[in-house]
């Protein structure tokens, strides 16, 4: 006798015309098994990509902590670097981020060095951290009157992956929601923006300011800079409302918004006060589903981004 699969196992229980509850359980366990059989495709060569959005509450961190994982839980090699003096992102991966602990403050102060404060994930062995800490709240003033000021990440970025013997796949790095001195020099040790996007009519206006902020940073700092991905959060499918802010999207930036969409979950808000990301958390759910949908999807994208960013260097040759 075969065994039958959980989604099936679930139809049978509901039946054919059963609960939406039934249905909805059946839909994300099917995704759930399709993604244990897919395998996600490296990138030929790292992608740098910083997660930015000076609107505050649109998942910004839950985006960066939850990709990241699902990308590190696809054996891929992932360095988060964490950016926010709230430091939020080291607290969903579960690591310590104290006032005074090694940080990427101490990085920017060239205190230390990458390879001296990245840590690995508990839960995920091939994706490492550079936590934050409330210390680098003040590292705008103290290196205001730095020449390099706006490359300090991207010099210290630059040594370690020289000299590292890790080949590390994506390097991503959480953005403060804000437009100040931590931004621009994330934006200016990346080659790629990732835009989480709210599914309400605000994030609408607040995305018109971003892209001409990136415009700002692209001419006077970082010409190679390229809005790669956009992905819609906190999508609720019961809505007219964030389908129709999805389509608007959509239709202005059809080519680097992802298909998938990332839903309100209560899970997903739950997991970082567990320390973990919704992955780690709650493995089966739709947050963790949806996460690692959009992850694979950005994997499958790789080879389209990097062409477009070498077309972009050859056109400024």
Same mark, same amino acid.
């Given at each position: 006798?075969?065994?039958?699969?959980?989604?099936?196992?679930?139809?049978?229980?509901?039946?054919?015309?059963?609960?939406?509850?039934?249905?909805?359980?059946?839909?994300?366990?099917?995704?759930?098994?399709?993604?244990?059989?897919?395998?996600?495709?490296?990138?030929?060569?790292?992608?740098?990509?910083?997660?930015?959005?000076?609107?505050?509450?649109?998942?910004?961190?839950?985006?960066?902590?939850?990709?990241?994982?699902?990308?590190?839980?696809?054996?891929?090699?992932?360095?988060?670097?964490?950016?926010?003096?709230?430091?939020?992102?080291?607290?969903?991966?579960? %690591?310590?981020?104290?006032?005074?602990?090694?940080?990427?403050?101490?990085? *920017?102060? &060239?205190?230390?060095?990458? #390879?001296? !404060? $990245?840590?690995?994930?508990?839960?995920?062995?091939?994706?490492?951290?550079?936590?934050?800490?409330?210390?680098?709240?003040?590292?705008?003033?103290?290196?205001?009157?730095?020449?390099?000021?706006?490359?300090?990440?991207?010099?210290?970025?630059?040594?370690?992956?020289?000299?590292?013997?890790?080949?590390?796949?994506?390097?991503?790095?959480?953005?403060?929601?804000?437009?100040?001195?931590?931004?621009?020099?994330?934006?200016?040790?990346?080659?790629?923006?990732?835009?989480?996007?709210?599914?309400?009519?605000?994030?609408?206006?607040?995305?018109?300011?971003?892209?001409?902020?990136?415009?700002?940073?692209?001419?006077?700092?970082?010409?190679?800079?390229? %809005?790669?991905?956009?992905?819609?959060?906190?999508?609720?499918?019961?809505? *007219?409302? &964030?389908?129709?802010?999805? #389509?608007? !999207? $959509?239709?202005?930036?059809?080519?680097?918004?992802?298909?998938?969409?990332?839903?309100?979950?209560?899970?997903?808000?739950?997991?970082?006060?567990?320390?973990?990301?919704?992955?780690?958390?709650?493995?089966?759910?739709?947050?963790?589903?949806?996460?690692?949908?959009?992850?694979?999807?950005?994997?499958?994208?790789?080879?389209?981004?990097?062409?477009?960013?070498?077309?972009?260097?050859?056109?400024?040759?």
């Amino acid at each position: 006798m075969d065994m039958e699969s959980a989604s099936e196992t679930i139809r049978r229980i509901f039946g054919s015309k059963g609960s939406s509850l039934g249905f909805e359980m059946a839909e994300v366990t099917s995704r759930y098994e399709a993604l244990n059989k897919v395998r996600f495709p490296k990138p030929k060569e790292t992608r740098f990509i910083a997660v930015a959005n000076q609107k505050g509450g649109v998942g910004k961190t839950t985006t960066t902590v939850n990709l990241a994982a699902a990308l590190a839980y696809a054996k891929q090699q992932v360095l988060l670097i964490d950016m926010d003096p709230q430091g939020n992102a080291s607290t969903a991966l579960g %690591v310590k981020h104290n006032a005074g602990e090694s940080s990427v403050y101490d990085v *920017l102060e &060239s205190r230390q060095t990458i #390879d001296e !404060v $990245k840590k690995t994930s508990r839960a995920f062995k091939t994706l490492d951290v550079v936590p934050s800490s409330i210390d680098l709240s003040g590292a705008e003033l103290e290196v205001a009157d730095l020449s390099n000021r706006n490359d300090l990440l991207k010099e210290a970025l630059a040594e370690f992956v020289a000299t590292t013997k890790k080949k590390y796949d994506y390097v991503i790095i959480d953005c403060p929601p804000s437009l100040g001195l931590l931004v621009i020099n994330a934006m200016c040790a990346v080659n790629e923006v990732l835009i989480p996007i709210q599914a309400e009519y605000y994030a609408l206006e607040g995305l018109g300011q971003l892209i001409q902020t990136i415009g700002l940073v692209q001419e006077h700092y970082n010409p190679s800079l390229l %809005v790669s991905t956009m992905l819609v959060t906190m999508f609720d499918k019961r809505t *007219l409302l &964030s389908k129709e802010v999805y #389509d608007q !999207v $959509k239709e202005h930036y059809p080519d680097i918004v992802l298909r998938t969409t990332i839903p309100r979950s209560v899970k997903i808000s739950e997991a970082p006060s567990f320390g973990q990301t919704v992955i780690e958390y709650d493995p089966r759910g739709t947050g963790a589903v949806s996460y690692r949908e959009a992850a694979l999807e950005i994997a499958r994208r790789s080879p389209q981004v990097l062409k477009a960013l070498e077309d972009r260097k050859q056109r400024r040759n």
